[in-house]
């Protein structure tokens, strides 16, 4: 072949190589085009359509988030009011999309997708918000703020309140979480709470115990237990049958209960069950019956919760009361008056002595009539004057009476310390006070215009404060063991409760709705 020859199939050929380069990269060019612009897309989902029926949950809760959203390219679709998140528009094969709803973390994924319907099951976590939590421990009862308590949230982190109460956990995560919280006197807490900047505030209920008679188990009278807030409610004995328990008395250490009951089933006049007293624990254990109860008209404990006053009957038959002094001890009862029918006993505010009348009986034209003081720890009786009289005690040393004296009503005043009356004119209301477990205040229930509440003062009877403003408080109040609370029933029309409150900052609080026997309960 001549040169020439050669140099023009060189030129022919390089320009061959050139146009099938040009194509290629028109080809290339083209197919970025189409990339690019979303055709091959657009292409493959008319070639292989797909459509997809999504449903969001929480993670590992399965609560399905009907708020969710799901976008698949373009494609974006909110979930129905069932849930459920209807996509259309997309093409057999890998799909990438987004899913996500409000306070959750937004997640990416791929859906493989065949032609036609798809169903898909997708998960978010929740969104971690943390921040810095400031809250307060305070007592249930008074919202005094509790100091040295011990928070744990969700087993990990652990603090402990300062003097005012507060606490701080930084970097925390927003949202329910298990908080325990322990102090010495206060029931362990252990619940889930919202921890939020709203959540300011947590109360612990002290420990200590209520008790209280309702019809709640059906339409009699049983004897239960509960917590000051009302929780952990308990029916202290089984109730027997048709027959009742009520009016249950707590001892001030808060170990036993004595209460009245039909349990027996022993009939009196008109064919009624006769109301007797038991005694048990604070569990309900070791039941005792009281000899010589039948039909009480009053009970209450001694100081120091060995021994049992009350008035009552001798037979279920019989009408005329006796005043009866038991000993846990040695499980008897001993009769204080020797003779007469007894009414009217008022406990001394410490619970050392009664005072009580004695009247004649019809048969008994020469029995001796009166006002008696009977101290309890002795079984010792003096007689403070031979007229029956309304009485009560002024405090622990002071014993208010007044009688018909031809006509008039003398107001006097018995000094036990000294044996002495004397005339008294000071202010003359029926109060029934009971004296705190430091033996510093008196609480009591006043009527001051038309409105019955409760007060404490101090043993003097000075420095009187009012605890409450229900205005329908009622029966005998009872204090905590501690000295810090007051228990007190309050009855108004279609209502009757049992309430509790703080001494030093008062905010009575309902503990329980409660049918109440007056005179009974204490």
Known sequence: MDPATSEQLSVSFSKRKFKIAMIAIGIVAIIITIWQTGLATIIYQKIMPATVEATVYEKGAKNQL??????????????DQNGTIKLSGLHAGKNKCIASAPQYNARELTLKLKRGANKADIELEKAVTKFTWEAKIVDYIDKDPIASATIEVNGMETTRSSDEGKFTFRDIIKGKETVKITKAGYI???????????????????????????????????????????????????????????????????????????????????????RQLFYTNLEGQELTQIPDSYNPNYYQWSSDGRKIVYTANTSANEYSSNFYIYDLDSQESTKINLEGTVYGLSLSPDKEYVAWNQSR???????????????????????????????????????????????????????????????????????????SPKQDRLAYISN???????????????????????????????????????????????????????????????????????????
């Open 361 to 435: 009986k019809s048969d008994e034209a020469d029995a001796e009539e009166g006002v008696y003081l009977t101290k309890i720890s002795a079984n010792t009786t003096k007689k403070v004057i031979d007229k029956t009289a309304s009485i009560y005690f002024i405090n622990s040393n002071r014993l208010y009476y007044s009688y018909n004296d031809n006509g008039q009503y003398p107001s006097k005043v018995y000094t036990i310390s000294s044996e002495q009356s004397e005339d008294y004119a000071g202010e003359q209301e029926y109060k029934v006070k009971v004296l």
């Open 188 to 274: 362990p807490k252990d619940a889930e709470i919202d921890i939020s900047p709203d959540t300011k505030e947590i109360e612990l209920v002290p420990e200590g115990k209520v008790v209280f008679s309702s019809n709640r188990s059906g339409d009699k009278q049983a004897v239960y237990t509960c917590n000051y807030d009302g929780s952990d409610q308990k029916m202290l004995i089984e109730r027997i049958d048709d027959t009742e328990d009520s009016g249950p008395v707590m001892d001030k250490n808060e170990k036993n209960v004595v209460f009245a009951s039909t349990r027996n089933k022993e009939k009196g006049n008109g064919g009624y069950y006769a």
């Open 448 to 522: 001051r215009d038309g409105r019955s509440n409760v007060f404490i003062s101090d043993h003097s009877g000075e420095n009187e404060k009012v605890l409450t403003s229900l205005g329908t408080a009622t029966g005998i109040v009872k204090w905590s063991k501690n000295g810090k609370y007051i228990t007190f029933e309050m009855r108004s029309t279609g209502e009757s409760a049992l309430y509790v409150v703080g001494i030093d900052n008062p905010n009575e609080r309902k503990i329980v709705d409660a049918t109440i026997q007056s005179g009974h309960m204490q």
């Open 66 to 79: 009907k708020n969710a959203n799901l976008t698949c390219g373009k494609n974006t679709a909110m979930a």
